[in-house]
């Protein structure tokens, strides 16, 4: 049975930071991809990060424009556990965040796009107060 299960959100003032975690279970971790969304209500789903395995203990991360330079993708093939270190969060940051994974690896082109992923976890409430 593939689980997705997010954790770490919470409450946080402007300017402080929250890391997040996905611990995977019933699927391949290393050979999958792996991304972040998240979602407010009455908004589209957003993407917000993309992680690879690259080999070794090599990943490479992709960004929204929104969160780059400010939030670092990570993995940990030992745990299967995907993380997202969110530094200097603003309001704007307020959002459930969703874990996403792909058993394989997913084209340049629709990494960014929900649909292409095939499990999600039940997403971790992050709100920035200002």
């Known amino acids: 049975q593939v689980q997705l299960v997010e954790s770490g959100g919470g409450l946080v003032q402007a300017g402080g930071s929250l890391r997040l975690s996905c611990a995977a279970s019933g699927f391949t971790f290393s050979g999958s991809d792996m991304g972040w969304f998240r979602q407010t209500p009455g908004k589209e789903r957003e993407f917000v990060a993309f992680?690879?395995?690259?080999?070794?203990?090599?990943?490479?991360?992709d960004y929204a424009d929104s969160v780059r330079g400010r939030f670092t993708a990570s993995r940990d093939a030992a745990k299967s556990t995907i993380y997202l270190q969110m530094n200097r969060l603003n309001t704007e940051d307020t959002a459930v965040y969703y874990c996403a994974a792909h058993p394989g690896q997913l084209g340049v082109t629709v990494r960014r796009l929900g649909y292409a992923y095939d499990y999600w976890g039940q997403g971790t409430q992050v709100t920035v107060s200002s």
């Open positions: 992680i690879t395995w690259a080999g070794g203990r090599t990943y490479y991360a």
